[in-house]
């Protein structure tokens, strides 16, 4: 059986998390038992939830454990099958987590699925037609509910869950409008991903500037947003939502280092008679078929180009983490292993 390169949690961050909370380790893998099934992961999915993960507080999900390999999605490629309906060859996703192979209890429902990729590439089964695109429907579709005609924006625009948004609230008539940090960015969402416009949040000092942008952008106010960030960006989308607009709550990304998110005018939420909904996509898994196959159709045909950035090998993926928690990132992050 072959060694088996992981990375473990090896303490929790106190603050900003660092390399230093990792540890890289090496072992062999165990020999297959019935209904077993050994994969080689080609690509690791970096996601923001895991930063909450990685402390102890209480949270939708259980801390991940110190001294285990970290959590995560994965693609690969089975290579010994103990299972009857998994040969080798056959192209999976699941949870493998930080590591190079995983011996997966195939029968365990959900543990290992079959990705086909004649027209979708393995990769995007991490991003826009997997996790991060269901994401960005959930919200989008349950949530926002839009009409034709109607203005939406969602910050990290640029990300995983924001660019698969821009897509499929296009294909629903939406004027769209994206908020992301930086003109590459900006230019990428507009350009690429064919949103109808993009501010730069990093141009702008305070809320009222960034209010100000979105008046230009969103000329008839904001119906629904998708808010990844928090912070200012929450502050000055508040400024500009219409009466009776809904605001899908799916994740704080400003705040996952510790940092406080203050939210400037809560009366808002009332004068607009807002609807403010938080969700966690893996807790509606009866969306996901309905889901996967608009986002699979959507990038087969073209119509959403997701942008990956891959850092290479195992031991890179505690910096990539780093950078993503930072804007480092230009679309999906991913790791090749
Ligand atoms: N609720 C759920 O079930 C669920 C599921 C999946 C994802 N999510 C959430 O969805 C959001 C996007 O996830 P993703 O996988 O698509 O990540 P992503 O957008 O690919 O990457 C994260 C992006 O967040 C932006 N960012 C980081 N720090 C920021 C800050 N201080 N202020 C403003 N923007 C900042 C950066 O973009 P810029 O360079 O543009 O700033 C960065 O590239 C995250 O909040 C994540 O936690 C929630």
Redesign the pocket.
């Known amino acids: 059986m072959p060694t088996n390169r992981q990375i473990l949690l090896d303490n929790r961050p106190q603050g900003e998390a660092t390399v230093s909370n990792f540890k890289l380790v090496s072992t062999e893998t165990p020999a297959l038992q019935d209904g077993q099934v050994l994969v080689r992961h080609h690509y690791l999915s970096l ?3 895991m930063r909450g993960r990685m402390n102890e507080s209480k949270s939708y999900a259980q801390p991940q454990p110190l001294g285990e390999v970290m959590i995560g999605g994965t693609v690969g490629e089975v290579v010994e099958s103990r299972h009857p309906k998994f040969s080798a060859g056959d192209k999976v996703v699941g949870m493998g987590g930080w590591q190079e192979y995983s011996v997966v209890d195939a029968a365990q429902p959900g543990a290992l699925r079959k990705v086909d990729t004649t027209h979708v590439p393995l990769s995007h089964y991490l991003g826009a037609v997997g ?2 695109g269901v ?1 960005a429907w959930y919200g989008l579709v349950k949530i926002i509910d839009p009409k034709a005609g109607d203005t939406v924006v969602v ?8 660019s698969a948004y821009g897509a499929l609230a296009k294909a629903r008539g939406c004027r769209v409008v994206g908020i ?3 003109k590459d ?1 900006c230019d990428y969402v507009v350009n690429e991903l064919g949103f109808d416009a993009c501010i730069d ?1 990093k141009e702008h000092k305070d809320a009222y500037s960034l209010a100000k942008a979105l008046k230009q952008a969103c000329p008839n106010g904001i119906d629904g947003y998708f808010e ?2 928090g ?1 200012m ?1 929450l502050d000055a989308v508040l400024l500009r939502m219409n009466a009776h607009g809904r605001i899908a709550v ?5 705040g996952y280092d510790g940092q406080p998110l203050p939210l400037a005018n809560p009366a808002l939420i009332l004068v607009n008679r807002l609807k403010i909904q938080g ?4 807790e509606h898994m009866e969306v996901w078929p309905e889901a996967l196959k608009e986002l699979g159709t959507l990038v087969g045909t073209g119509k959403l180009r997701p942008r990956e950035s891959v850092a290479q090998g195992i031991e890179a993926a505690p910096e990539a983490f780093l950078g ?4 480092k ?1 230009f ?3 991913l790791v090749k292993l």
């Open positions: 996601d923001p939830y996790m991060p994401t910050s990290a625009a640029a990300g995983a869950v924001g992301a940090g930086g960015k949040y990844n960030v912070g960006v799916c994740g704080m990304i400003a969700f966690i996509v893996s993503l928690l930072k804007g990132n679309g999906k992050q």
